[in-house]
C-alpha cells in the first residue's frame, strides 16, 4: 500500500474498527500483508467477522496499543484514552481518510461515489458489474452488499470506494472518475450552509479527472462535470419506465441512442438514478452496455437498505438507513405503494445537529405520517442538545408519540396496529439492533 511505502509502516491498530468503512480497511490492509488489530466499544457483526478473518478485536478502550501507526475515525472523541495515549507515545496517528486516500493512490484506477444519498447502493451496483466484468478491482463500502459485504477485492487494477462528504473528508480522494448523485445539505455540524457543502463537492469534483453528475439534481449540476445521467435531458438517461410491485425497469439511452433494457431487483424508484450513475462509470472505463446490464441485474440489495427483516405481532417490518428528510420522503412513498394497509413510522433522529438544523424539513416530511412513533435520538458523536432531540421533534408533530427503550417501543407499535398494516423503521443509529430485539421469533 501506498501508505507503507511512504511510512514503512507494516502494522496498524484501528481504534473503532467496527466500524463499516474501518473494518474494510483493516481487511484491506490484512490481506496486503499487514499486521492489523483494534478496538471497538461493542461488539458487533462486523467485529465477529473480523475476528472470523484473524484480525483480533478487543472490546473496550484498556487495550495497550503496540503497533506502528494508529487508525481512528470521525467518531472517535478526543480524549479518547487509547488515541490520547497514543498521541504521548509518539505513535503515527492517521484518520480514516487519510488512509483511505493512501491505499486509493496504489490502484491505478479509482471510482469514487458520493452524494448525500444513494451512495452506498451506486457502489454496490457499480462492484456486481465489475464482478460480472471480471475485472480486478478492490470494493470498500460504507454499507454491507447482501452478497459481498462492506469489502471485497478480486484484485488492484480499480478501485471501488465510497466517497463521504462529511468533514470534508472525500479531498482526501484523487480519482479517475468521480461520481456524483446528488448535493443536499447535511452534516450541519461541518456545513454552515447549502454553499458551503456544494463548494466542498466541487473541490472533489476538481480533483477527478472526469466527473460523471445526476443531471435531474438542481445542486449537482452546477456543478462542472464530463458526463451528466438522469431521467430528463442528460447523456445517458431512462427511458420507457415500467414497475412491477415498485421493483423498475427501463430502457438505457446513451445520447438518444438505445443501449439495453435493464430490470431491477432493488425496490424503489430511486434505484434507477443509482443504477444511471453506475451505468455510466462503468461505460467510461470500456465495460459493455450487456455486462453492465449483468452486473445490475445480479444486485439484490443492501443491509438496512429497505430490508425486510422480520414480523412483529405478525406484522411485516421493513428497516431503511434513511436519516435526512429528503431519504425519508422517498423511503415513505416507496413503502406507501407497496403496503395494503396504512405505513407505521418508527423514526430515529441521528445527531442532535442534523435535527436541529433541519427540523422544519423533518417535521414537514413526518407530519403527513398518521401517528408516527419518535425513538429517542442516536447521538453518534454529540452531546445533548434539547433542540436538536427525538423529544423536541415530536413535540412539534401533532400526532406523534415517543419511546426511549425496545419496552416503550413494543408498547406503541402495538396501541394501533392492523395485520393488513406495514412497519418501517427508519435511522442510521441503533435502532436496527433494538427492532430486532422486538420481532416475533419463528416457531421452532
Do not use: W
Not at 83 to 109: C, M, Q, T
Not at 186 to 194: L, S
Not at 301 to 316: A, D, Q
Not at 370 to 396: D, H, K, Q, V
Amino acid at each position: 500500500m501506498c501508505l507503507q511505502k511512504r511510512s514503512g509502516a507494516q502494522s496498524y491498530y484501528f481504534i473503532g474498527i467496527g466500524g463499516v468503512s474501518m473494518s474494510a480497511l483493516a481487511r484491506l490492509l490484512h490481506e496486503n500483508g499487514a499486521c492489523v488489530r483494534g478496538s471497538d466499544a461493542a461488539e458487533s457483526d462486523l467485529t465477529r467477522m473480523l475476528a472470523r478473518c484473524h484480525i483480533p478485536v478487543s472490546i473496550g478502550d484498556g487495550e495497550k496499543i503496540e503497533e506502528d501507526t494508529v487508525v481512528y475515525s470521525g467518531a472517535i472523541k478526543e480524549g479518547h484514552p487509547q488515541l490520547e495515549a497514543a498521541r504521548r507515545a509518539g505513535k503515527r496517528l492517521v484518520e480514516r481518510s487519510e488512509l483511505l486516500g493512501a491505499i486509493a493512490e496504489g490502484y491505478p484506477h479509482v471510482i469514487s461515489v458520493a452524494g448525500c444519498h444513494g451512495k452506498t447502493t451506486a457502489s454496490c451496483m457499480l462492484a456486481h458489474i465489475f464482478l460480472a466484468a471480471k475485472a480486478p478491482f478492490t470494493a470498500h463500502i460504507g454499507g454491507e452488499d447482501l452478497s459481498l459485504g462492506n469489502y471485497f477485492s478480486s484484485g488492484k487494477q480499480y478501485f471501488l470506494t465510497e466517497a463521504c462528504e462529511y468533514r470534508r473528508s472525500f479531498l482526501s480522494l484523487k480519482s479517475e472518475v468521480a461520481v456524483i448523485l446528488n448535493c443536499d445539505l447535511d452534516h450541519t455540524d461541518c456545513y454552515k450552509n447549502e454553499e458551503e457543502i456544494l463548494a466542498a463537492y466541487k473541490i472533489f469534483a476538481s480533483q477527478a479527472k472526469r466527473t460523471i453528475v445526476c443531471a435531474d439534481d438542481l445542486r449537482a449540476r452546477a456543478i462542472p462535470h464530463a458526463v451528466t445521467f438522469g431521467q430528463g435531458d442528460a447523456d445517458i438517461r431512462a427511458a420507457d419506465i415500467k414497475k412491477k410491485d415498485e421493483r423498475y425497469a427501463f430502457t438505457v439511452l446513451e445520447r438518444g441512442e438505445e443501449t439495453v433494457r435493464i430490470t431491477l431487483s432493488a425496490i424503489g424508484r430511486v434505484h434507477i438514478y443509482n443504477a444511471l450513475a453506475a451505468y455510466t462509470a462503468a461505460r467510461l472505463e470500456g465495460i459493455s452496455p450487456q455486462t453492465i446490464k449483468a452486473g445490475l441485474e445480479a444486485f439484490r440489495g443492501v443491509k438496512r437498505r429497505f430490508e425486510s427483516i422480520g414480523t412483529f405481532c405478525g406484522v411485516p417490518l421493513i428497516c431503511d438507513y434513511a436519516h435526512h428528510p429528503r431519504e425519508i420522503a422517498s423511503t415513505i412513498s416507496t413503502a406507501e405503494k407497496i403496503a395494503k394497509g396504512k405505513v407505521q413510522i418508527v423514526f430515529q433522529p441521528h445527531t442532535y445537529t442534523r435535527t436541529r438544523d433541519l427540523m422544519a424539513d423533518f417535521v414537514a416530511v413526518l407530519k403527513t405520517c398518521p401517528s408516527p412513533i419518535i425513538y429517542a435520538t442516536y447521538p453518534a458523536r454529540e452531546n445533548f442538545i434539547f433542540e436538536g432531540s427525538a423529544a423536541a421533534l415530536a413535540a412539534r408533530l401533532p400526532n406523534a408519540r415517543y419511546a426511549d427503550g425496545p419496552a416503550s417501543l413494543s408498547r406503541r407499535l402495538r396501541e394501533d396496529l392492523h395485520p393488513s398494516d406495514l412497519i418501517l423503521v427508519l435511522g442510521a443509529g441503533d435502532i436496527y439492533q433494538i427492532v430486532q430485539t422486538i420481532l416475533d421469533r419463528p416457531r421452532t
